[in-house]
Structure formats: C-alpha cells, structure tokens
C-alpha cells in the first residue's frame, strides 16, 4: 500500500483527507504545522506529499525545497485557494506535481493522487513523460482555413496564425543540431514544444530526457546532471548515471535553466564546449552526443546582465529561439484546447460530457489564463467531474472565472490614482462625507456576498464554496457588514 504525507493546518482537512485516502487503500498519516510535516516525512517516508500552501510556521514554497532537496523523486501536490493559483503555478515551478484548489472533491482528490502515484513509479523505472502517449491527429476546421496539426500527450499545438507560426519554427529547427532556447510563461507548453522538436528530428528512436532545474537543490543539482560514483560524497551508496549520460544520442531538455547555481553553470559550459563529461568522483571521461534544449520564462541576455546567468553560455545556448505565446494571447485556439481537455478528462472520469454552454466560452474568452494551458486543463477537469448534464455550464466554473470581469474592474477601481484637489476651508469641513478608498473596497465586498447569498438561498455552505472562502470567514463577514 502507498503512504502518503498530508500537511495542513486546519485539521478538519487534515481528518477528512485521511478517512477518504484510508478508505481507498493508502496509508495516510497528517502534520497540522510544517516543522512536525517535515519530521513525519524523514520518519514515515510517503510515497506522495499533499500540503496546504498557507501554513502557519512555514511558507509552501520553503516546504517544498525542503522535501524535494530530501527527497527529491516524492510528487507533492499543493492544496490552495483558488485566489492564490498565481502563486500555486510558481510554486509548480520549484517541483510540484500539481495543484489542488479548494473547496476539495474527493473523486478529483484521487484521480490526481492515482496520476501522481503512477507517473512517480514510471519515473522511477526509467520511463520520461511523453514515451508511452499514442500521437493522435487533431483536424481543426475554422472558415477560410483548415489545418492539421499532430497531438502528442495531450498537448494541441492549435489552429490559428500564432500556432501554424509555432509549428513552422518547430519543422524548421527540428531537423538541425542547433542547441534551442523556449521562452514561456509557465504552463505554456514549453516542455512539449521540447518534445515536438525531439521527435521532428533524426533523434526522435533516441532518450528524450527532461530536467526541471528549478526543483533541483544547488547541492543535488550536479550529480542530476553528470551522475557520481559510488563514495564520491557522503550519501553516495551507489553509482548513479546523470541526465547527460541518459540522453546520450538523443536530447537533453533544461527547463528553467537560469536557476542552476554559477558553479554548475561553470561545469557545464565546459560539457557544452567539449562535449565531454566526468561523472562526479570519477577519472575517466565520457564523449556525449547529446542535442541540449533549454527553457526559460526570464529572458536569459537579461540575466547575464543582472549576474545571475553565463554570458557565454547563453551565446552557447543561443543558436536559434522560439517563443511560446501564453494562452490569453492565443484565443482562436481555446476552444480547440478546451475540447481537447474535456476529451481527455472525459476518458479518465468515465463520462460524457459533450462539450460547453455559450456562457462557459465567453468566460473562457473573456478570462486572463494565468497559469495558461496548465490551468485551462485544470478547470476543466474541475467542471467536468462537477457537471451533471451534457454540457458544462457556469456553475460548474470556480468563481474568479464567472466573475472576472466584475472583479477586474473592481481591482482597477481600488487601484485607480487618487487626484487631489487644493485643500480648501468646505473641502475640510465636508472631508467626513466622502468616501474612502477602504469604504467603497467594503461596499464592493457587502454587495458581492449579498448577491452570492440571495443566489443560494441564504445556504450558508454554498455561498462560502462559491466565494472560495470557509464559512467561518463567511459568518465574520456577515457578522462585520451585519447581514
């Protein structure tokens, strides 16, 4: 039986998770404080970590670091409101297997431990991600134009300009030796583009493997990428072959490389220049013929310029660059993407959910997709598993979606400049009666919450799930606008 590690401070959570997880045959202990997670997890040693990103004593990104730089190959997943899915996809960055938004769903709870379970256990045998998805072809009909592009796990390359753009760069560079750059915001597609350009040239029977830089701590970040041997450092039980010597013949992708420490950095300039490695602690080197791919959502000339990155090994790096446009840029292809998703979600959940209401689309379109295709699948797992009929409908989407645009143009009120007038005697005298920045942010909540309350009836339970916000916070506000 799987174990698995729940870290949450409330422990309501903490209690529900671990009778639903037991229930389904793991082995789950909990921590209600990040200091006494960590101690449970060095002791109980899980197969998977869920925690909740707000702790009290300790932030989810500094445990996270301190879980992958112990144990690096354990999947965490990060309980988080929906408000916060800015900061769960940066997170995702450092090394979470994904994100989990609350109010939490059992069924979507275990579709996704299940997926991180058994991508961990693939990983562990030596398989990368994309080896065992089957390449459909997707035909996208649009008036005036018809074009097919090819689908590899999961990922749609899409139907407008932007995408046949995308697609030309990656047919023109694939079948060269060029060491390539991505540029991306996170949850883009940047690693599958990595993928398209590795099975588009004379490698694709050749290891495409994959290393996300930012999850790997500066201390493990070496023997990842070279491999040791056996007693070259306290904690070397064994020799371990590194990423390089794995995509030997074949490609190796970098995904935020500009987080690699400058000594690394050093090191593997030299590889790239020599195309020759020594795996840590070893005499004997190792000829490569390895074709390197690298990613990044920072430009990487602006980094050498700030310090944090090699100059020369950007000019390296830099022989040719491929931009991948985040998906608030790219709408003619949301709807592609969204069927996709749902095809996709659909076979997992055992449904037959046929597709999305007029109102569902023009949210989508109207939505800023900040955690990009990453997120789009996400949501639409969410609505899937939540939908009843046959098509998804707006109650099935979180609420900062629905009401986007109420909640764009309130933030632009609440930060909109305050021009100032010469002080006069009326002016002073009158100064009570006007309203404050912080009254006309309490009305815009009081209104919010009443309307949200009056759509539910007055169910308390609904409205708090709706506000993505618990019911206490719910009875203090009503409590606070005396409702």
Same mark, same amino acid.
Request: proline share 3%; with cysteine.
């Given at each position: ?9 409330e ?71 929906y ?8 997170v ?31 990983e ?10 089957n ?13 097919t ?52 040239? /004379? ?41 390089f ?51 990044s ?7 050498a ?23 608030r840029?790219? *709408? ?14 659909n ?6 959910? *046929? ?18 295709l ?53 002016a ?5 009666s ?30 708090? /799930? ?9 009875y ?8």
């Open positions: 039986m799987k174990k698995i590690v729940v870290v949450d401070d422990a309501d959570i903490c209690f529900l998770l671990k009778r639903f997880l037991s229930k389904n045959d793991f082995i789950v202990e909990t921590a209600q404080t990040g200091k006494d997670g960590l101690l449970l997890i060095e002791s109980f040693e899980p197969d998977l970590v869920m925690t909740d990103f707000r702790l009290g004593d300790i932030t989810g990104t500094e445990l996270l670091n301190a879980i992958k730089s112990k144990r690096p190959h354990v999947p965490v997943l990060i309980i988080t409101g408000s916060d899915i800015k900061v769960a996809v940066n995702m960055k450092l090394g979470a297997y994904d994100y989990i938004t609350k109010p939490l769903f059992p069924d979507e709870i275990l579709v996704t431990v299940k997926k991180a379970l058994a991508d961990a256990e693939s562990k045998s030596g398989e990368t991600e994309y080896v065992a998805g390449t459909d072809t997707v035909t996208a009909v649009k008036p005036g134009r018809k074009t592009h090819k689908m590899k796990a999961g990922y749609v390359m899409g139907q407008s300009e932007i995408a046949d753009n995308l697609f030309r760069q990656v047919d023109l560079v694939a079948p060269t030796n060029f060491s390539v750059i991505i540029y991306g915001e996170s949850g883009s597609g940047k690693e599958a583009i990595a993928h398209e350009i590795h099975n588009r040239s /004379r490698r694709k029977d050749m290891p495409f493997v994959a290393m996300d830089c930012g999850a790997i701590s500066k201390e493990l970040a070496g023997s990842e990428l070279f491999g040791h041997e056996k007693g070259s450092f306290t904690g070397a039980l064994q020799t371990k072959i590194g990423h010597e794995m995509a030997n013949g074949g490609t190796l992708f970098l995904d935020e490389v500009s987080n690699l420490s400058y000594e690394i950095q050093v090191a593997l300039l030299r590889v790239v220049q020599e195309r020759k490695m020594r795996r840590i602690g070893a005499s004997k080197e190792i000829d490569l013929d390895v074709r390197i791919i690298v990613a959502n920072e430009r990487l000339l602006d980094a310029r700030n310090g944090k990155f090699r100059e020369d090994l950007y000019y390296r790096f830099n022989e040719f660059t491929i931009e991948v446009p985040a998906l840029n790219r *709408k003619d292809d949301l709807l592609l993407f969204a069927t996709t998703f749902l095809d996709t979600t076979a997992e959940l055992g449904k037959n959910v *046929k597709g999305f209401s007029d109102e569902v689309m023009k949210d989508f379109v109207n939505y800023s997709w900040p955690g990009n990453r997120e789009l699948k996400n949501v639409i797992k969410r609505a899937t598993l939540l939908s009843d009929g046959e098509f998804i409908e707006e109650k099935s989407l979180p609420f900062e979606i629905v009401n986007y645009s109420k909640l764009k143009d309130l933030d632009e009120e609440i930060s909109a400049p305050v021009i100032t007038a010469p002080v006069t005697q009326e002073v005298e009158s100064e009570d006007k309203p404050s920045l912080k009254t006309v942010a309490n009305e815009a909540e009081y209104d919010m919450i009443m309307q949200v309350l009056r759509d539910v009836n007055f169910n308390k339970s609904k409205a708090a /799930r709706l506000l993505n916000i618990d019911r206490k916070t719910l203090n506000k009503m409590k606070q606008f005396d409702i």
